[in-house]
């Protein structure tokens, strides 16, 4: 394919050679792996840093919200669900008789302050640990001294359960 480059390095493409007078002045015919170079710049240290960076926070963040085990409960964990836990917990801690009804993956379950509790606090540890990997990980990105190294980084490892 007829690719050409202009003084500032801008790329042409013309679908056949006989139109070559409609580039810009100073055009330079290049070959396909030149164009497909300057179209598709190596990435920088910083900029690979940045997308797996990205990528370990996406990572964390569907593992905060995709849920956990707690006391042979699933739980959901999404952030709508952790508000509510807390909300719980708080209203438990104000009204200690208080039973609660909560539905989690299988079905409804009603639990008392010292079990709603235990669920907060595993909830709390859970996204603190997720927090922590990520934490760990973004640590260790940031370590790495080239490319190479930053896209081989596995980023799913060590994650709660």
């Known amino acids: 394919m007829p690719y050409y480059k202009d003084k500032n390095n801008n790329i042409h493409f013309l679908d056949n050679e006989k139109f070559e007078q409609l580039l810009p002045s100073g055009c330079l015919k290049i070959t396909d792996v030149e164009a497909n170079a300057i179209q598709n710049p190596p990435l920088t240290l910083d900029q690979a840093k940045a997308n797996k960076l990205t990528d370990l926070a996406n990572y964390r963040y569907e593992k905060e919200c995709g849920g956990t085990t707690v006391s042979g409960m699933e739980i959901k964990t999404d952030r709508e669900s952790q508000a509510k836990i807390s909300g719980a917990v708080a209203l438990a801690i104000q009204t200690p008789t208080m039973t609660f009804n909560w539905k989690t993956k299988k079905g ?9 509790t235990a669920i907060g606090q595993a909830i709390g ?6 927090y922590t990997n990520e934490m760990a990980h973004a640590k260790a990105i940031e370590a790495l001294t080239t490319v190479a190294a930053i896209e081989a980084y596995d980023i799913t490892t060590g994650w709660p359960g």
Request: glycine fraction near 0%; hydrophobic fraction near 55%; include cysteine.
């Open 108 to 116: 409804f379950v009603t639990l008392d302050k010292t079990q709603i």
């Open 125 to 130: 540890a859970f996204v603190q640990a997720c």
